[in-house]
């Protein structure tokens, strides 16, 4: 049911359903899984796929073991292995009249302000065009990444910047359990939780720290982020063919659900920024269109105080200098000084260039009543 509501779902895949224990490539799998992509998108969905596989299927390329190779080398490694994984996802995917195109992210790239807008601004124009992003994490730069294996969270973040509604994780276990289940007989599997903090107070987490690629600790880790940003996450086992099928059919996993909405997660988030970098001073006009719902054009901009970047917190002036709305700037200081009250067809002959045509979109906009 929560699948088929979501309109924007992130699928992570880790390198254990991809290779298995002997370093065979599960093609089989693989082509199963691009059948339900092709699904979910005849549906309208719009999918990210966040994939682990760069160091496994460069050791096999290489011929190397895994578990003894050091991070320096696991760099190289990851290099080698690029190339292969994505050309695995392209020649299934390509059976499927997939497109694909791949981004390739650090845990960084999505925790800096500047650096995750422009991350979300690719993919939003990657839907456009109609192809599937696949992310991978960048480890051939990456440190902690690769030591810690740490794939749940970026593609957590990746959910949380694409203002995604659902994130699957699909691991080599069926969800959380109140006990490990490779251990304890008596063990349940947990179907849904609506309240992350008090309802894993009585799970043994440290008793699962091992349970799941990567770990269980990294996936409720995954699960607070998305619980923040308005989005639902699901753990699931990925192992069976068509395993996206599966949840929808048998819903025999996990599902974390979130108690806010994206947009009010979101524009939480702004309202409470302690110190915006600087203000912008509107005319009475641009106030009615705010106030009406839509987003702050340039021709409505009468002054730009203080210095700050594109996707900085900013303090919206009315005429009379008080405070109406706080947002996120499209634009840099810099940039609306030179666009200051002109029409957005004019934006890209006097700036070379041209992004989006809002000042402050209206979904990165609060009004202070």
Sequence with gaps: ????????????????????????????????????????????????????????????????????????????VASIGQIELMNLFSQIFSKFRLDISQILLTLDDTEERRRSINAKRTLENLFKIDYIPIVNENDTIATSEIKFGDNDRLASRVAQITNADTLVLLSDVDGLFTKNPKKYKNAELIKEVRNLRKEIKNVDIKGMTKLGSGG??????????????????????????????????????????????????????????????????????????????KSLLAAGIKKVSGIFKKGDHIKILDNKQKEFARGLSSFSSEEINKIIGCHSNEIENILGYVSKSEVVHKDDMVKIK
């Excluded at 998108?41 to 596989?53: A, D, E, P, T």
């Excluded at 006009?285 to 106030?291: E, P, Y």
Aim: one cysteine or more.
């Design 1 to 76: 049911m929560y699948l088929k509501n979501s309109k924007v779902i992130v699928i992570k895949i880790g390198s254990s359903l991809l290779v298995d224990d002997k370093k065979r490539i599960r093609k089989k799998w693989l082509q199963s899984f691009a059948k339900d992509i092709k699904k979910l998108r005849s549906n309208g969905k719009k999918i990210i796929i966040v994939s682990s596989g760069a160091i496994a299927l460069g050791c096999k390329k290489m011929n190397y073991n895994k578990t003894n190779l050091k991070l320096d080398k696991s760099q190289a």
């Design 216 to 293: 269980m600790n990294t996936k409720i880790e995954a699960a607070k982020i998305c619980n923040l940003a308005g989005c639902n996450m699901v753990i699931a086992n990925g192992l069976n063919l068509n395993p996206i099928t599966q949840i929808e059919k048998k819903n025999n996993c996990t599902w974390f659900l979130s108690k806010v909405t994206k947009l009010h997660a979101r524009k939480k988030w702004i309202i409470s920024s302690v110190s915006p970098k600087g203000i912008l001073v509107i005319d009475e006009g641009a106030k009615k269109a705010l106030i009406n719902g």
